[in-house]
């Protein structure tokens, strides 16, 4: 079990990191959209959210891809996910139709800042920049 020891970690962060990377890329190719969306849900400076949000969705992801900083980024990434989802999947607040939908979404969103907080407190393993 040497292997999984060795590699589980750093195949962990990358399909943690995957959607926080995608995320964060759609959100630079759809900027004015994310914008509107953030805008939408009555945040304050929704360009400047909209931007830092791909700083912690892409750089985070890319952070714990490589395991640099990974702690960090994924307790910063915990906090974000758990933002994302109190405030974009507030099911209490949807639409009969949507409840449904916005709960999975909202405990998706708990599962992976579940899986931040195993980095954060764990490290990045044996395969990565910093080995911790």
């Known amino acids: 079990m040497k292997a999984l020891e060795n590699y589980g970690p750093l195949v962990a962060r990358v399909l943690m990191a995957l959607i926080f990377v995608m995320s ?11 914008v ?16 830092a949000a791909i700083i912690v969705e892409l750089g985070g992801g890319l952070m714990l ?12 990434m915990m906090l974000f996910t758990i933002a994302a989802a109190a405030i974009f999947h507030d099911f ?13 979404h ?3 969103n708990l599962a992976i800042a579940g899986g931040l ?6 490290g990045s393993g044996a395969c990565s920049v910093e080995k911790d």
């Open 106 to 108: 909202f405990m998706k």
């Open 24 to 34: 964060g890329v759609g959100k630079i190719t759809g900027f004015d959209g994310t």
């Open 117 to 122: 907080l195993m980095i954060g407190v764990h």
């Open 65 to 76: 891809i490589a395991g640099w900083k990974a702690r960090w980024a994924a307790l910063v």
């Open 36 to 51: 509107g969306y953030i805008a939408s849900k009555g945040l304050p400076l929704p360009a400047l959210a909209a931007v």
């Open 92 to 104: 209490w607040h949807a639409a009969a139709d949507a409840v449904q939908n916005q709960t999975i």
